[in-house]
C-alpha cells in the first residue's frame, strides 16, 4: 500500500505554473521557452545572455517504436535543452483549443502532459498562450492567416 507524502486542501494548493513577478531573479536575463508542441515541434529559447536559438525538432516514431517513444524522446530533449542552456526560467506554450483530426489531437495532447510534468518536476513556471494572443502580438490582429504571420515576422528581422 502506498503512503502519502503530501496532502493540500484546495485552499492551501496555488495553480500550476503561475508567473509571478517575483519568480524569476531580476539580476539576469530570464532563460524563457516558447513550444509549438506538435510531432515536429517548433521552439524559441532566449537564453540567459539575450540569445535567440529556433528551430524545430521532430518526435516521428518509426513504424518499429512503441506509441511511447515520441513522449520519452520528447522528455529526453527537454533534458538536453535545458542542460544546454544552463537552466530555464519559464516555458510558454501555444494554447490548443481545437485539432483537424483525432490523430493530432493525443499527440498534442501527450507532449502537453510530458512538458507540465516535466516543468513541474523541475519546478519550472509554465503557461499556455491562446493562439490568437500570438497572433495579434506578432500581426497586429488575432485572426491573421499563416503569410501574414510570417510576413510579420519576417519584418521584425
Known amino acids: 500500500m502506498a503512503d502519502t507524502t503530501l496532502t493540500l486542501t484546495a485552499a492551501d494548493a496555488s495553480p ?22 506538435a510531432t515536429t ?15 524545430t525538432a521532430s518526435f516521428r516514431p518509426s513504424r518499429y517504436d512503441g506509441g511511447g ?7 529526453a530533449w527537454l533534458e ?24 493530432s489531437a493525443h499527440v498534442h495532447g501527450g507532449l502537453l502532459a510530458t512538458l507540465t510534468a516535466w516543468c513541474e518536476q523541475r519546478g519550472i513556471a509554465y503557461q499556455g ?8 502580438h506578432i500581426a497586429g490582429k ?3 492567416s499563416k503569410d501574414e ?8 528581422g
Open 16 to 37: 500550476p505554473g503561475v508567473i509571478s513577478a517575483g519568480s524569476i531573479p531580476s539580476a539576469r536575463t530570464p532563460v524563457i521557452l516558447a513550444l509549438d508542441l
Open 41 to 55: 515541434t517548433g521552439y524559441a529559447l532566449r537564453t540567459a545572455d539575450g540569445a535567440i536559438v529556433s528551430g
Open 69 to 75: 517513444i515520441r513522449y520519452l524522446r520528447f522528455r
Open 80 to 103: 538536453k535543452l535545458v542542460d544546454d542552456a544552463g537552466g530555464i526560467d519559464v516555458a510558454y506554450h501555444e494554447e490548443i483549443r481545437r485539432h483537424l483530426s483525432t490523430d
Open 129 to 136: 498562450v491562446p493562439v490568437g494572443t500570438i497572433k495579434r
Open 142 to 144: 488575432g485572426n491573421a
Open 149 to 156: 504571420v510570417i510576413a510579420a515576422v519576417k519584418a521584425r
